[in-house]
């Protein structure tokens, strides 16, 4: 067995309510290698008044609608150890104050897993126009044309939000001496060209910006920041028919799984990523190369 080297760590992870998706596979990985966890959620969607079971957007939206109490839960059952809060990455007092709960629960955060987003679809077609080339995500409504409301929310979370954290992380990193951190952001392997989905995009490909830039930067202090880009993950949002669309245009013949990310997330937190850092790191099954 290859030893991570991360026993006693802590690890703050953002957007890990939601028991089928990335963040809460991410949380339960780390936790079985003996990472301490911080588990953050915002609910934007309502509880539904009955449960749904059937992959497809209401049951993503379900699962959403979820605190991140399962799955800190579950982990505790298992004999690790979490804790978790929500809050609103769109508001700019948001990353420090996570960051000082996450500290104030468990110690000081060495790992920072930026996994939380917001999502809405847009295009630059103008809303007259009779079809929208629905060319990537086909479970979603017709997209909105772009405007700059659209713009705002995307970034806040998407783009502003990661970066703050980061900054926030690596103040705390460096005030105190350290000499070892990880940060590891979660983008698409969409971000270089989104159609349907361009703000989207764009704010996922600016977070991989981030993820070069900071890791020329903060190398020097031991912290190392790569970043994944899945493919289409079943995180309960795939209906069956999709699922197989998926998996006849993917190389490896299926759709992915949360547990897919994870297992790459546990590898750049671990000794033996040691060497690596500024990476955007496609983990899709062959969907896009």
Not at 15 to 40: D, F, M, Q, S, W
Not at 73 to 87: D, F, L
Not at 149 to 166: E, P, Q
């Amino acid at each position: 067995m290859i030893e991570t080297g991360l026993k006693g760590r802590v690890a703050l992870i953002t957007g890990a309510n939601n028991p089928h998706g990335i963040g809460a596979a991410i949380a339960r990985a780390l936790a079985k290698e003996g990472v301490v966890v911080c588990l953050h959620y915002f609910n934007t969607h309502p509880a539904p008044e009955t449960e749904i079971g059937v992959p497809g957007e209401a049951f993503y939206h379900s699962q959403q609608a979820k605190s991140a109490e399962g799955v800190a839960q579950e982990i505790r059952s298992s004999g690790g150890t979490a804790v978790c809060i929500e809050a609103d990455l769109s508001d700019p007092q948001t990353p420090p104050q996570l960051l000082d709960f996450a500290e104030s629960q468990l110690g000081t955060v060495d790992i920072l897993v930026n996994n939380a987003c917001y999502w809405e679809s847009d295009t630059f077609l103008p809303a007259t126009a009779d079809t929208v080339a629905k060319q990537v995500e086909t479970w979603t409504s017709r997209p909105q044309t772009f405007c700059p409301d659209v713009f705002d929310r995307l970034f806040a979370v998407d783009a502003r939000a990661v970066a703050h954290l980061m900054t926030e992380f690596a103040l705390r990193h460096t005030a105190r001496g350290a000499t070892w951190g990880r940060i590891l952001n979660i983008s698409t392997d969409g971000a270089h060209c989104f159609p349907s989905e361009v703000t989207y995009g764009a704010a996922k490909l600016a977070l991989e910006g981030y993820t070069r830039s900071a890791a020329v930067e903060l190398g020097k202090f031991g912290i190392t920041i790569n970043c994944i880009s899945p493919g289409p993950i079943q995180t309960g949002w795939v209906t069956p028919e999709f699922e197989v669309d998926i998996a006849q245009s993917t190389p490896l013949g299926r759709v992915g799984h949360p547990e897919d990310i994870a297992d790459v997330a546990v590898f750049l937190a671990s000794e033996q990523a040691r060497w690596v850092t500024g990476q955007v790191i496609r983990v899709n099954g062959g969907h896009s190369v």
